[in-house]
């Protein structure tokens, strides 16, 4: 049960970020200014370029470090670990230099700022093969539970320097010590729980190994990276400080209900590296296509209600100064649906041998919607910037991952719509028809709580209408392979224990 049990735990440490952002954002606003506000986007935004410092690295330790447990290969996860450890050393000290590049050539708006945020970047990325080690071991929620604490703390600091009048180094502060304070609790925890040891004997072999995999994933990530922050970039260039952030507003709300449909196939990462040694051909194929289905009745109703009420939550939340971006924000909420449709997919093809299809449908996705928001953003404004990430989303990510990993699973095309797509949003339709002509919301309260209940409606139809035996075979297989994992793992350890006592 431990796969429920980090899905569980990625949701709670989701929704505590949630609810900090929301009570964080409109005091952080006020105590700065709108146009303070902007600079903070755009430091922030910036700071993106020194996340990409790992090349990718992250998302192949998990994969390696997970295929090696599964294999109970003891020798080769200690050789792998050591690879990484040398890589990240080196990683390390390439992210430290290029935060004092970008501050020493003034890039940014605020040096100061940006140099804060690249020490927190550069300390998560030191101790981020330790966090993979975790992962990898299934024990994804010990990490939740650090990020849950961190979140905590970081938001108490920023309230609390925002009240002695620090402005925007406060919050600059607060993320430093609240990021950093995360990294460094992962290392002795995954010395002790994840047994890390090093061996350096085949720092060449793994290293090149890994970097192969690593270089697909690095397109990847720059290329995510691309499309959630350059946006604020580009209508710097074309707007006002003031567009970027009533923009960023939208951005943000999007991005944060895109992670929370992303923590339930975050979860299944290690699983989907284990599946590749399993015995059950079909595997694959039915992790796609239920893990979609169920992640889809969800997605649908709740992104279908953030387009319809977009304007409202905004207006309740921020104030009359921000319903500019209403219509930015339902069109990448409706965006943020056809990501997560996609998510899934992009995982069996990453963790199958094939992530340089993640990697090219990413780039290929950036690329369009780089091109299309210089051009939709001269024409229509900050919409312009929305519109283009609709479109990139549609046409490359969705279509291009999706194509590729029922090619994969030799599941078709029209199975997949018909089993993991079509039921959810079918149940959808009826609850966002009757949202769309409910009266309007007086808080954010009354809106959040119309709005579970129409989500939970569209579940309860899901529920009634489309779960069958093919279901109720799916989870039964999932929990047995699960805990005959569990139990055969529990079994080695101790046997070690024992053996070690003698």
């Known amino acids: 049960m431990i796969w429920l049990k980090n899905i569980l735990s990625n949701y709670l440490r989701f929704f505590t970020?949630?609810?900090?952002?929301a009570v964080l954002?409109?005091?952080?606003?006020?105590?700065i200014g709108v146009e303070s506000y902007g600079t903070w986007v755009i430091v922030y935004a910036l700071i993106g370029i020194v996340s990409l410092s790992d090349l990718g690295?992250?998302?192949?330790?998990?994969?390696f470090l997970a295929e090696a447990q599964t294999n109970n290969n003891d020798l080769s996860r200690n050789q792998i670990t050591g690879a990484l450890v040398f890589v990240y050393a080196f990683l390390t000290l390439f992210c430290f230099s290029l935060v004092l590049l970008i501050y020493m050539l003034e890039l940014t708006p605020r040096g100061d700022i940006f140099l804060l945020l690249g020490a927190a970047s550069t300390i998560v990325i030191g101790t981020s093969v330790h966090r993979a080690a975790l992962i990898a071991n299934g024990q994804q929620h010990i990490v939740n539970w650090i990020a849950i604490a961190g979140t905590l703390l970081q938001a108490l600091l920023t309230y609390e320097l925002l009240q002695q009048g620090w402005d925007i180094e406060g919050v600059a502060l607060s993320h430093f010590v609240g990021t950093s304070l995360q990294a460094l609790c992962c290392v002795p925890?995954?010395?002790r729980l994840a047994r890390m040891t090093t061996d350096f004997s085949k720092i060449k072999e793994y290293g090149k190994h890994i970097a192969k995999f690593s270089c697909w994933a690095l397109i990847a990530n720059t290329s995510v990276m691309i499309i959630l922050r350059v946006d604020p970039l580009l209508i710097e260039q074309l707007a006002s400080l003031e567009a970027v952030a009533v923009f960023a507003i939208a951005l943000k709300i999007a991005e944060q209900a895109l992670l929370?449909?992303?923590?339930?196939?975050?979860?299944?990462?290690?699983l989907v590296s284990k599946i590749q040694g399993d015995a059950l051909e079909n595997a694959r194929a039915e992790l796609l296509v239920y893990s979609t289905r169920y992640l889809i009745v969800f997605a649908a109703p709740f992104l279908g209600l953030l387009a319809i009420n977009g304007g409202d939550l905004i207006f309740l939340w921020v104030g009359a100064d921000f319903v500019a971006a209403s219509d930015s924000?339902?069109?990448?909420?409706?965006?943020?649906?056809?990501?997560t449709?996609?998510?899934n997919a992009a995982n069996i093809n990453g963790m199958s041998g094939h992530p340089h299809w993640v990697g090219l449908s990413m780039l290929l996705s950036a690329i369009v919607k780089i091109v299309l928001s210089l051009y939709f953003i001269s024409l229509y404004g900050i919409v312009g910037a929305a519109i283009g990430t609709l479109i990139a989303s549609v046409t490359c990510e969705f279509t291009i991952n999706v194509y590729k990993s029922c090619k994969i699973t030799a599941v078709s095309i029209f199975t997949f719509f018909r089993r993991s797509l079509l039921p959810g949003i079918l149940c959808a339709i009826p609850c966002l028809y009757l949202a769309s002509v409910d009266e309007v919301s007086a808080s954010v309260l009354d809106l959040f709580v119309m709005n579970v209940l129409y989500g939970s409606a569209a579940v309860l139809l899901f529920v009634c209408f489309f779960v069958d035996a093919a279901d109720r075979s799916f989870f039964g297989k999932l929990l047995l392979n699960s805990e005959s994992r569990d139990a055969k793992t529990n079994s080695e350890v101790s046997s070690k224990s024992i053996s070690a006592t003698r």
């Open 17 to 21: 970020a949630l609810a900090v952002m």
């Open 189 to 191: 925890i995954a010395n």
């Open 260 to 270: 929370l449909n992303k923590q339930f196939s975050n979860a299944l990462l290690p």
């Open 329 to 339: 924000l339902s069109l990448l909420a409706i965006a943020a649906l056809f990501s």
């Open 341 to 343: 449709m996609q998510f």
């Open 25 to 31: 954002t409109p005091i952080i606003i006020q105590h």
């Open 57 to 63: 690295f992250a998302t192949a330790a998990i994969k």
